[in-house]
């Protein structure tokens, strides 16, 4: 059972990984005319309009349908009344493909622009001929995001026919992005965790999959200020701060999910001990019982230890041990 498992998980990643693999593979990049070209469609070819298109069979009624209900369908031309995004705007010229319908009442779809065949370079150029970065700020970064870079094109992710949703959705998201981040899948599912899974968070609300100016994506312009969009009451600035460290959360945090509660990437002490000796009760906690610790090798760090991020008090000895809360 437990083989059968392991085997059928292997297959999996291993799909998972050639897939990925081609992804990260480098390809040759063209310069951008060269993409634009592969766009046009048949220069034998007229655009003839949504109506000529889909009055002579039906077969894509609910594509019509969908689309019309869609924020693409509802953006209307103010000066001819037509709509701004066609059948034609992405699919090229569809005169030829409705000249030969055969018996099936099929189109001669090869004479669209073939999907199938296109670089991914192309294929965003063809939402991107209207998606600008001036008219769509959240693309700002796309051709320098890792995304861009590696062959994901927009259709990986916007499956615009599935229904008049033509963004991807919040309930959606993670699935699809765990498609092909597989580890950021197991991440999630470890003990303590941001609550992705549980649907109260997407990855949107820390990545910009268009990319940003930042690693990773990242929204704000660093770990810690991407942390602190929520988390401001750790922000600081502290009289007494945990060193630098506050400026990057990821040194004791994890950003997705952690064995250790809350997010921690060690337990305590080891987090702590990794960067301090620890220490017997040679102190005294203010308040404590001075034989209470007596011997005792100190573990939960955090016990005495509890404005871990910084404050503004200082300890009895007037010191920023991070004792007072
Ligand atoms: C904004 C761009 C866009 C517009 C407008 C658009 N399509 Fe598509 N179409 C796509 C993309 C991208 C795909 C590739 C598959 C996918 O992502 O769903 C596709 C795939 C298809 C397919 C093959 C796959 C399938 O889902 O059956 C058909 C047929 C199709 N489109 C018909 C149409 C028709 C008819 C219209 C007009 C009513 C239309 N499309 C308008 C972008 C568009
Ligand atoms: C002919 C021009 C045109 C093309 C081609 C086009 N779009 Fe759009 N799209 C628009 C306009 C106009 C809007 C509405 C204004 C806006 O949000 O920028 C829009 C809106 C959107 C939205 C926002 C939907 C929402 O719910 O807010 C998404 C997502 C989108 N487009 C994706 C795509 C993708 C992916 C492609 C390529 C397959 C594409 N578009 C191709 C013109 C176009
Ligand atoms: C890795 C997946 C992915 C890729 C690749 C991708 N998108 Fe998106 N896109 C998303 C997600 C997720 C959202 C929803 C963002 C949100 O809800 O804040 C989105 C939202 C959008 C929107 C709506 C923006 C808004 O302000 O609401 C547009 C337009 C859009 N994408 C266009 C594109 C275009 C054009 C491309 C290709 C150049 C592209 N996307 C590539 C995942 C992707
Ligand atoms: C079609 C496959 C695919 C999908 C779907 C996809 N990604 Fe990616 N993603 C990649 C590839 C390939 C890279 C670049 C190589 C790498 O580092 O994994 C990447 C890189 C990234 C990076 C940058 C990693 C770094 O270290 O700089 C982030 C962040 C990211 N993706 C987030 C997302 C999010 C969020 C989604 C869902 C909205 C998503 N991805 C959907 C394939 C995908
Ligand atoms: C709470 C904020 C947050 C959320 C939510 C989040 N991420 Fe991240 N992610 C980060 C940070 C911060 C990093 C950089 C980690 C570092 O610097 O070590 C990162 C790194 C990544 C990376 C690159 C490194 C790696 O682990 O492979 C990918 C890919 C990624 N995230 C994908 C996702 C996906 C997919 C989702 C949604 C399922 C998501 N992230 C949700 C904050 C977040
Ligand atoms: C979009 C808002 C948002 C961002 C950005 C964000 N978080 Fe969170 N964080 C949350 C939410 C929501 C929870 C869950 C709180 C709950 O369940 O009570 C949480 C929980 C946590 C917890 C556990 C708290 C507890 O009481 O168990 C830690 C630690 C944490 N986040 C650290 C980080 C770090 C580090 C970053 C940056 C990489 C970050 N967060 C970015 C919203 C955010
Ligand atoms: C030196 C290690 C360390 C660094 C750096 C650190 N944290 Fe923490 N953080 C902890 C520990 C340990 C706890 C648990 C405290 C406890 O158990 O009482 C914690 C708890 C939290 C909590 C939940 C409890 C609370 O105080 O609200 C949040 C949220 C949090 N950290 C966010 C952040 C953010 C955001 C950053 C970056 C600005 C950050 N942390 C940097 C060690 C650290
Ligand atoms: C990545 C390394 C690192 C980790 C992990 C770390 N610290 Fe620190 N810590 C430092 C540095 C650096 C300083 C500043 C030392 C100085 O100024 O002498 C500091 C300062 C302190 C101080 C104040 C010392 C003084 O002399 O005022 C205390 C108390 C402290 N840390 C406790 C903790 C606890 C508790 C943990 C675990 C939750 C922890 N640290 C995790 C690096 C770390
Ligand atoms: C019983 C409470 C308590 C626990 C538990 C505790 N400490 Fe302390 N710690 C103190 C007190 C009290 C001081 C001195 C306070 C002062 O200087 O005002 C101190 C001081 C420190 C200092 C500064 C030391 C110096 O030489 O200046 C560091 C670093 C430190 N603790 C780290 C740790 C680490 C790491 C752990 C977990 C292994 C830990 N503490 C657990 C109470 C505690």
């Known amino acids: 059972m437990k083989l059968t498992f392991a085997l059928v998980l292997a297959a999996l ?11 990260r593979s480098d390809q040759p990049i063209l310069p951008v005319r060269e993409y634009e070209k592969l766009i046009v469609g048949r220069l034998d070819a007229d655009y003839v309009g949504d109506d000529n298109c889909l009055s002579r069979c039906h077969a894509h009624d609910k594509i019509k349908h969908d689309l019309q209900l869609s924020v693409h369908g509802e953006q209307i031309a103010s000066e001819t009344g037509l709509p701004l995004v066609n ?7 569809g005169s030829l493909a409705i000249a030969n319908i055969d018996e099936q009442g099929r189109c001669d779809f090869g004479t669209l622009l073939r999907y199938d065949e296109l670089p991914s370079q192309a294929l965003a150029l063809i939402c991107l001929k209207c998606h600008s970065a001036a ?10 995001s890792a995304h861009a870079n590696s062959d994901v094109s927009c259709f990986d992710c916007h499956r615009l026919h599935l229904g008049p949703q033509q963004k991807v959705s919040r309930q959606e998201m993670d699935e699809l992005c765990y498609s092909c981040h597989q580890d950021v899948r197991i991440s999630f599912q470890q003990f303590s965790h941001h609550p992705v899974p549980e649907g109260k968070m997407a990855c949107v609300d820390c990545h910009n999959p268009h990319g940003t100016a930042q690693d990773h994506g990242l929204l704000g312009l660093t770990v810690k200020e991407t942390c602190t969009r929520c988390h401001m009451d750790v922000q600081g600035p ?10 990057d959360c990821s040194n004791c945090h994890a950003p ?3 064995p250790n509660n809350p997010l ?5 002490p080891f987090l702590c001990l990794q960067c301090h000796a620890g220490h017997q009760s040679r102190f005294l906690a203010p308040g404590l019982a ?3 610790f007596k011997g005792a090798f100190l573990t939960r760090c955090t016990d005495c230890h509890k404005a871990i991020h910084g404050t503004d008090i200082p300890s009895a000895k007037g010191r ?6």
Do not use: M
């Open 264 to 268: 921690l990437k060690a337990s305590q």
């Open 238 to 247: 502290f009289v007494y701060e945990h060193a630098d460290l506050t400026e």
């Open 320 to 325: 920023g041990t991070f004792i007072a809360r």
């Open 290 to 292: 001075s034989d209470q």
């Open 135 to 144: 008219s769509t700020p959240i693309l700002h970064n796309w051709n320098a």
């Open 13 to 23: 990643l291993a799909t998972a990984c050639t897939d990925l693999h081609y992804l």
């Open 87 to 93: 059948c034609e705007s992405c699919h090229g010229p």
């Open 256 to 258: 997705h999910g952690a």
